[in-house]
């Protein structure tokens, strides 16, 4: 599996099983609306952050493409997590 900063192109991929993305910051979040296209899926969550995937092909092969794939770094919050913490003091 790929952890990647970039699209992850089905030729890259050995086994064709495609990429592996770490949703897990996402946890927690609501959904405020949603709205997509042929090509586009739009999610707005509640704190204001969009999360976009993107249907197209490269090289005549299909990928996904995700805006942002990590965390969206904001002020104050340098380690990328999106403003979630461990809990711990």
């Known amino acids: 599996m790929h952890d990647h900063d970039e699209v992850c192109r089905v030729s890259d991929v050995e086994n064709e099983q495609g990429c592996a993305v770490d949703w897990s910051w996402l946890e927690g979040w609501t959904v405020e609306s949603a709205t997509s296209d042929l090509q586009h899926l739009r999610i707005r969550f509640t704190n204001g952050e969009t999360l976009l995937v993107q249907a ?29 913490t461990d809990g711990g003091d």
Request: glycine share 18%; aromatic share 10%.
């Open 56 to 84: 197209a092909l490269w090289q005549g092969k299909p990928f996904l493409a995700f805006k942002p794939h990590t965390a969206p770094r904001r002020s104050g919050d340098e380690a990328g997590t999106g403003g979630k």
